[in-house]
């Protein structure tokens, strides 16, 4: 499945921005969905994921209670808050095939195999 990542920008430390993450000519409904982020010279980091089922989400220490990730409309977005100079990366998002009813979100780069371009999000203090 392609993907495309939006609403990335430059914004003040504190602010928010809203991430979506859209598949090109279908839902994402089918799919376990992460996104990622990527620094320049760092690796590749995990930030949030959800499951196809239930929504059941994970997140990354470093944005755990400032990022929330959700799935509407066959769509994923993730909702940034407290933005900080550290949060900012290139944001990527990623999709997995999930079985129906399967109640399992994957935290490793390793567990997809679809990605999109990613956006990028620059946070000033």
């Known amino acids: 499945v392609q993907l495309q990542a939006s609403g990335g920008g430059s914004v003040q430390a504190g602010d928010s921005l809203r991430l979506s993450c859209a598949a090109s000519g279908r839902s994402l409904g089918d799919y376990a969905v992460g996104w990622f982020r990527q620094a320049p010279g760092k690796e590749r980091e995990f930030v949030a994921a959800?499951?196809?089922?239930?929504?059941l989400t994970g997140y990354g220490d470093s944005v755990k209670g400032r990022f929330t990730i959700s799935r509407d409309n066959g769509m994923v977005y993730l909702q940034m808050n407290s933005l900080q100079p550290e949060d900012t990366a290139v944001y990527l998002c990623?999709?997995?095939?999930?079985?129906?009813?399967?109640?399992?979100?994957?935290?490793?780069?390793?567990?997809?195999?679809?990605w999109g371009q990613g956006t990028l999000v620059t946070v000033s203090s």
């Open positions: 959800i499951s196809r089922s239930r929504s």
């Open positions: 990623a999709a997995t095939p999930s079985i129906k009813g399967r109640v399992r979100y994957y935290v490793a780069v390793t567990d997809y195999g679809d």
